[in-house]
């Protein structure tokens, strides 16, 4: 080896206290390459190299004269945003969606990470599992693709960095990922409190299968801190408070920092669906949440083009208690769908500006136009909570909801004669989506508890995209018109 020059070389693994190493480049460091000394002794590169904002390459050492051993570590870092700590990255949110948890590849150096379909891993001897060094195994190494896969492991980093989180755990699912979390902490006997217009299939799952298991739950209006003090009080304490902020459908801001802070004094976890604000517009864990959950099928996927979910948690043993359901449960994301939901994500900070400005301009269309009652949307003044979703969110969102005048014949009518909003379930894509949540994603809801939610016949719950808004506006126009001539 020549002296005085610096080698590029990454850790192939850790076998048995033998170090592999493969070179990656005999050329000197090139202009532009900042090096950080690590430590004097070897450590896995998924330590140095794991989420927040690092731009970690490979490892590194260096042979200065007089120094023949390979012992000096380092990191290889080109870009000023880099940072070592996994959960506070120091860069935007557009820099650490981009990424976090997805350096270029080792072997290729193509900047977007292959996408691993394997679904099982060839072991040097048994029990040795291969990739134990990389970021993406959390330091097990991959044996078998329902435990771990790499792709999977670029997605959770990520996330779990955007969040500003610890861990990330992926799921097939939104609905997987809210039933992790009720399969891993709740047992017969434990109660939940949840606010009171949760998302219909959250609802669904406590009607249909956690009540079955013994586990019995309060839907409460979390808007309201006495009510759920009240709630909190009575026995058995309990040991979840489910909020989503804002709800799905009627958009309510519930204050998730007083929510937390009341929580924890009855030593309940607070449990936040994020999924409608999105980690660029609201981070729960900031605001002492103890576990997010989003749909990453909704915005962070935001092309209508892939299904998961993901639990995102600091603490340690919530970590273990999740990825154990994960595994034992198998309701996994494929690799193909964590690629397109880390596509998504990278342009997440691009699209919701977007989707932002189309929906104040909707809303404000709407709340001004004779065939509407009322329009919630949380960047309107008229909404009850404008001042706290101003102080607790870096934004809006994209979603509006209103009340068309008349009944289900009139909103039928709306949605029917729409020409760019797509009348459809789901929310957080590119394109415009419209439905009527009655006869629609909460329809398994009890008519009863919809009535006394206000999810009426007549409510109508606009997914915003970001297509032209004077074309949006247009199409809404066209068909509010239509449905006042039934």
């Not at 009510?227 to 408070?241: G, H």
Request: overall charge neutral.
């Amino acid at each position: 080896m020549r002296q005085g020059r610096t080698w590029v070389r990454h850790v192939l693994g850790n076998v048995n206290g033998v170090h592999s190493w493969r070179l990656l480049s005999t050329t000197p460091l090139s202009t532009g390459f900042t090096l950080e000394q690590q430590s004097c002794q070897w450590r896995p590169q998924w330590a140095i190299a794991c989420g927040g904002a690092a731009a970690v390459v490979s490892l590194i050492y260096t042979n200065t004269p007089g120094d023949h051993n390979c012992n000096r570590l380092w990191t290889l870092s080109r870009r000023p945003w880099a940072a070592t700590s996994c959960h506070e990255p120091s860069g935007s949110f557009g820099t650490t969606a981009i990424h976090a948890g997805q350096p270029p590849d080792p072997q290729s150096g193509g900047v977007v990470p292959p996408i691993s379909v394997a679904t099982t891993f060839a072991q040097a001897s048994p029990g040795a599992h291969p990739g134990c060094q990389m970021p993406t195994s959390y330091g097990e190494g991959f044996d078998y693709g329902r435990s771990t896969n790499p792709t999977r492991g670029q997605l959770e980093l990520c996330l779990a960095a955007c969040e500003q989180g610890k861990h990330c755990i992926a799921f097939g699912s939104g609905m997987a990922a809210i039933s992790g979390v009720v399969s891993a902490l709740l047992k017969p006997g434990d109660r939940c409190v949840v606010v009171d217009d949760a998302y219909g299939g959250t609802q669904r799952l406590l009607r249909h299968a956690v009540e079955h298991m013994g586990i019995s739950f309060d839907l409460v209006d979390l808007t309201e801190m006495s009510k759920l003090e009240a709630a909190l009080r009575a026995s058995p304490f309990p040991r979840l408070v489910w909020v989503e902020s804002p709800t799905n459908p009627t958009l309510k801001i519930c204050d998730i920092e007083a929510i937390s802070t009341l929580s924890h004094k009855y030593n309940a976890l607070v449990v936040v669906d994020n999924t409608f604000a999105s980690p660029l517009l609201q981070n729960p864990l900031r605001l002492k949440a103890d576990i997010v959950v989003h749909a990453t099928t909704k915005y962070i996927g935001g092309h209508s083009d892939t299904c998961g979910g993901v639990v995102i948690v600091n603490d340690d043993s919530l970590a273990t208690q999740l990825r154990q359901v994960q595994n034992t449960y198998g309701a996994v994301p494929g690799p193909f769908d964590c690629y397109l939901a880390l596509r998504g994500l990278k342009t997440l900070h691009v699209r919701m500006p977007e989707h932002q400005k189309n929906a104040q301009a909707i809303a404000e269309f709407l709340e001004n136009h004779p065939a509407v009652e009322r329009v919630i949307y949380p960047g309107l003044k008229s909404h009850p909570q404008h001042e706290l979703a101003s102080k607790q969110m870096r934004g809006f969102g994209g979603m509006v909801t209103f009340y068309i005048r008349g009944g289900l014949q009139e909103s039928r009518s709306f949605l029917e004669s729409l020409r760019i909003f797509a009348v459809a379930e789901s929310l957080g894509a590119v394109e415009s989506l419209a439905e009527a949540p009655a006869v629609m994603t909460h329809h398994s809801v009890p008519a009863e508890h919809r009535a006394a939610m206000g999810i009426s016949d007549n409510l109508v719950r606009l997914s915003v995209g970001i297509e032209g808004k004077d074309d949006l506006i247009a199409d809404l126009a066209a068909a509010l018109k239509a449905a006042s001539k039934v």
